[in-house]
C-alpha cells in the first residue's frame, strides 16, 4: 500500500502538487526493487590486469598512416568485454597522421608538447598538454606535431565490427602549413 504524505491533503493541496506526489508515490511503488546491480564475477573467474610500463614497446608508426618520425605504443586492445583500444603516439616536430575517421569517434588526451588538429574543411587548431579532444563519429580529421614543437597523445577509440579507424590519404605540406 501506498501512503501519502501527511502534510497533504488531497482536497488542501494545489493539483500540480497533487500530480507530483502521486507521481513520486507510483514511481516509488513500482520501482522500488530497481534492476538489480551487475553481477560480481565469481571468485577466480577473472582478475585484474596490469602491464607495467617496461613490458610496453614502442614501434614506428607506418608511413602509410604517418608522414615524418612517429612513435606507437599499444596500451590496450578492445577485447571480447570492452570495445575500446587506446594507444600512445608521440609526433616529432613536423609528424602527423594521415586524413581518417573513426566509426564511433576518438578521444585525444594530449600528454606533453604542442601540436595541430584538424577536420576536413575546418580551421587548424593548436592542442597542448592537458588539453582533451573529442572527433564524432565519421569525421575526417588529422593529427600531428607543431612544425616547432614534438606532441603525444594518448587516442581512445571503440571498434565497430572490428573496425576502429578508416585510413585515407596523407595530409600534404601544403594543408599542413595552413
Partial sequence: MVSRPRDLEAHDAPISTR????????????????AAPPPV??????H???????????TKGSDHFFTGSVMVTQLFQATEHTRASGGSV?????????WHTHPAGQTLLITSGTGWVQEWGGEKK??????????PP????????????????????????GVAVSWLEQVSDEQYAK
Avoid: N, Y
Avoid at 564475477?41 to 577473472?46: N, Q
Avoid at 585484474?48 to 614502442?58: D, G, H, N, P, R
Avoid at 569525421?139 to 565497430?160: L, N, P, R, Y
Fill in 19 to 34: 500530480l507530483l506526489a502521486g507521481a513520486a508515490s507510483l514511481t516509488l511503488a513500482c520501482c522500488s526493487s530497481a
Fill in 41 to 46: 564475477a565469481a571468485a577466480g573467474s577473472g
Fill in 48 to 58: 585484474m590486469q596490469v602491464k607495467s610500463a617496461s613490458s610496453l614497446t614502442a
Fill in 90 to 98: 608521440a609526433f616529432q616536430p613536423g609528424a602527423r597522421s594521415a
Fill in 126 to 135: 593548436q592542442i597542448k598538454a592537458g588539453d582533451v579532444v573529442w572527433t
Fill in 138 to 161: 565519421g569525421v575526417k580529421h588529422w593529427h600531428g606535431a607543431s612544425a616547432g614543437e614534438g606532441m603525444t597523445h594518448i587516442a581512445v577509440q571503440e571498434h565497430v565490427g
